[in-house]
């Protein structure tokens, strides 16, 4: 029996190392990641990233609307309702309740759909359309991050 061969000896049952400390089959899949046309990103799970990213963008988004309440009740027209604070109010739900949805294909779709409502509701109030148009090319950064970055 080698000195390297018996079962209590540390390390024994893992796979062995090969240059610069990569596993044997990590060399083969950058080979063909690259061979695809791709970038290696450099992240160990990038689809999670990329979802992160736009969790992220969303509730940073529900914060504004957050933020905006004040400057729309204030600036709403003498008499006006408060159709606009509660379209805020729901607004806010929706871009949280849309975070779940990113980790199906169909969850981008619908964000961005959002985005567009979001953007035709500057009808209602400006603020919407600020909103709407900030977050709406910060959506459209993100999706191209995904398509480059997650493929």
Do not use: C, D
Not at 111 to 128: D, E, K, N
């Amino acid at each position: 029996m080698t000195e390297h061969s018996h079962p209590n000896e540390a390390g024994a049952g893992t796979t062995p190392e090969g240059p610069a400390g990569h596993k044997p089959g990590e060399a083969r899949e950058r080979e063909l990641q690259l061979s695809l046309g791709g970038k290696p990103s450099g992240l160990r799970n990038p689809s999670r990233a990329v979802r992160g990213l736009g969790a992220g963008t969303l509730v940073l988004e529900a914060l504004v609307l957050l933020l905006a309440l004040m400057p729309i009740w204030v600036l709403r027209p003498p008499g006006g309702s408060m159709a606009a604070v509660t379209v805020a109010l729901v607004a806010v739900v929706v871009s949280m309740a849309l975070t779940a949805t990113l980790r199906f294909p169909w969850g981008w779709h619908l964000v961005s759909v959002f985005q567009v409502a979001l953007l035709l509701l500057g009808f209602l109030h400006w603020a919407f359309a600020v909103v709407g148009v900030v977050f709406g090319l910060t959506w459209a950064y993100v999706l191209y991050v995904r398509r480059t970055v997650a493929r």
